[in-house]
């Protein structure tokens, strides 16, 4: 077994009201998860994604949020936390305690916290299956009150990913969309292939908003890499090829598959790997990046995709632009850059609206953004404008 302590969180979420010292054990393998937690409005809640199963060397992560803690007059909350985990023999695993789990002045009252570290853990090759128990000890050391918490995490094994059956490309579409909210990586790989093999693809290919879909996912999901090398002896042509594709993208060792490419499979893999997909974060230069990082978030629910869409904004400068292009004579390349950007911005404030209200994860990050995000003038004033801010 795996485990890190993760430094620093303070992190904050919603009010309640109560008199003792109380928590939850939260085991996610949402590694987001302070996104979720701390880049939404007080009053909505959080958005954890909880588990009950994971897969022998998945990270996943021990949170604590707590409440009902006790304060000094300079609004000192002192919290000190201990953590068992123990195996399905009954024998302990490992225990970890945490003295200045939460220690600060000036902390609001009646809020929901996490503290300053979070439990990061894989399960080995050598650990047995079963359940696990997880056992957590808060201590306020203010008003010297206590209390325990138990949950249990379920070590299992991997199902092959042939086991997970698409059936068509409508639930193909349905999971690629609403992934962020279920986290089931270990379905990526089936639905990678069977992507390539659809009717979707025979009309698009790769696209690389696809691509960085799958990417963002087994990027963060190492453990599936023997599944990838494994469907790669398996899958032939087209399917076999895009597989390459993704494997030159991802950290795997060449030498564990290159010997068995053909010679215009090394050639592909060669040039796969001299030509990466371009990352999102740079200047967006072409609507395509915009889709790439809305399927960046469909697959991590992350804040930072949200925000490189809100900085972009900027490009309301360029707003008629296109227009001026079309009915221009003598055209420069200038012209037709600011064209571009015109259009970027249109597809920009109509995805924004759009996802807003089919996300309700996207409209929360949206506002906490314009209530608390660095924005100059201008990415404010046409956030607030989307928003519809009065």
């Keep these: 077994m795996k485990k890190y302590i993760l430094l620093p969180l303070f992190l904050m979420v919603f009010a309640i009201n109560g008199f003792s010292i109380d928590g939850l054990i939260v085991a996610t393998k949402d590694y987001t998860f302070m996104d979720k937690w701390s880049k939404i409005k007080s009053n909505d809640g959080p958005t954890l994604v909880g588990s009950d199963t994971i897969f022998k060397n998945q990270y996943f992560y021990i949170v604590v949020p707590f409440s009902h803690y006790d304060m000094k007059d300079d609004g000192m909350v002192d919290i000190s936390l201990s953590i068992k985990v123990v195996k399905p023999n009954g024998k302990e695993a490992f225990s970890e305690g945490i003295a200045d789990f939460y220690k600060h002045k000036n902390t609001p009252k009646d809020m929901v ?49 042939s086991d997970f059956v698409v059936k068509n490309d409508k639930e193909l579409g349905k999971w690629l969309s609403f992934y962020y909210t279920k986290l089931e990586p270990e379905k990526a790989l089936s639905n990678f292939i ?24 087994f990027k963060n999901n190492t453990f599936l890499y023997p599944d990838i090398l494994e469907a790669l002896k398996n899958e032939k042509g087209y399917a076999r090829n895009m597989l390459l594709f993704l494997i030159s993208n991802l950290d795997i060792d060449e030498n564990l598959f290159i010997n068995e490419l053909t010679k215009d499979e090394k050639e592909s893999y060669l040039k796969f790997k001299k030509s990466p997909i371009p990352n999102p974060y740079e200047e967006i230069m072409h609507p395509m990046q915009l889709d790439m990082l809305w399927t960046n978030f469909m697959a991590s629910g992350s804040y930072k995709p949200i925000l490189k869409l809100i900085q972009t904004l900027d490009y309301v400068e360029y707003d008629g632009a296109l227009k001026t292009y079309k009915n221009k004579n003598n055209k420069t390349q200038n012209d037709k850059k600011n064209a571009l950007y015109n259009a970027i911005y249109g597809s920009l404030v109509w995805s924004l609206k759009s996802n807003m209200q089919q996300h309700k994860l996207v409209k929360q990050y949206m506002e906490w953004a314009y209530a608390h995000e660095n924005l100059n003038d201008v990415q404010k004033r046409e956030l607030g404008k989307i928003l519809e801010v009065r």
Excluded: C
Aim: proline share 1%; hydrophobic share 40%.
């Design 113 to 161: 916290l996490i503290g300053d570290a979070v439990l990061k853990i894989s399960f080995e090759d050598v650990d047995e299956f079963g359940e696990y128990k997880i056992y957590a000890k808060i201590t306020d050391n203010i008003s010297g009150k206590t209390k325990e918490l138990n949950s249990k995490i379920n070590l299992v094994e991997l199902p092959k990913y």
């Design 194 to 217: 069977y992507f390539t093999k659809s009717s979707i693809a025979k009309k698009n290919r790769l696209s690389l908003h696809i691509a960085e879909f799958f990417l963002e996912i």
